[in-house]
């Protein structure tokens, strides 16, 4: 079976803090990662994925196979950043079949 | 390109009512899968469609169908609709079977009364 848990409903910061969106996850073979988000009234858009190893919006995720966590991190969070943030798991084989963590809401305030 | 499209955006029904659902992926994916949003529950998978056959199955009752068309256009059934059903029922769209990332279209918000 495989599990994710994101273990912050909500994480308040303030504009310039550092961010770390926690995610682990539970699989027994060699997943794909994601963290997709959603902006206020947008759709759930990819945000980035562990096998392209890019820095989007100036965010980053490490997978760290020891630790089973894909945490998302921001040295200096923005306004703008203030969304609900979903770690999602892609098994391996054919099946495009994600699964999702309860997402977790980052709040930067001033 | 235009993104993943589904209609209604919203819809209100009674329970026991039965509603369609549709979605038309991005011009040229040929994957269309759907989920299930609720507060309680987050975000679980229903099932997936390619070539039109259904690829992939969630934890859902059998009330709970779908099927997709050789334009790759996809609906989803519910049938006996219950109260549990109210959720935001979300469909997205990948170039291929298991291809990632997948592209979500904004939803429709079904509500049963």
């Known amino acids: 079976a495989q599990r994710v848990t994101q273990p912050e409903k909500l994480l308040s910061v303030f504009k310039g803090a550092p961010v770390e969106l926690k995610c682990n996850y539970s699989?027994?073979?060699?997943?794909?990662l994601f963290w997709y988000v959603q902006y206020s009234r947008q759709r759930l858009q990819l945000l980035l994925r562990h096998i392209s190893r890019e820095s989007i919006k100036g965010f980053t995720a490490d997978l760290n196979k020891g630790e089973t966590s894909f945490h998302l991190k921001k040295p200096f969070a923005q306004e703008e950043d203030s969304a609900m943030y979903y770690c999602?798991?892609?098994?391996?084989?054919?099946?495009?079949?994600?699964?999702f963590g309860t997402g977790t809401r980052l709040q930067v305030t001033l | 390109k235009a993104g993943v499209t589904q209609t209604p955006r919203y819809l209100i029904k009674t329970r026991g009512q039965q509603v369609t659902l549709s979605c038309s992926p991005i011009s040229g994916h040929r994957s269309v899968s759907w989920y299930q949003q609720t507060p309680g529950q987050g975000l679980q998978f229903l099932f997936e469609y390619f070539s039109e056959t259904q690829r992939n199955k969630g934890n859902f009752p059998g009330r709970f169908s779908g099927r997709q068309f050789s334009n790759s256009r996809s609906e989803m059934n519910v049938s006996t609709l219950e109260l549990g059903d109210s959720a935001l029922y979300l469909c997205a769209s990948s170039p291929g079977q298991g291809a990632s990332p997948l592209h979500f279209g904004n939803g429709t918000r079904l509500t049963v009364t």
């Open positions: 999602a798991l892609k098994g391996t084989g054919t099946a495009s079949k994600l699964t």
């Open positions: 699989y027994s073979g060699s997943p794909e």
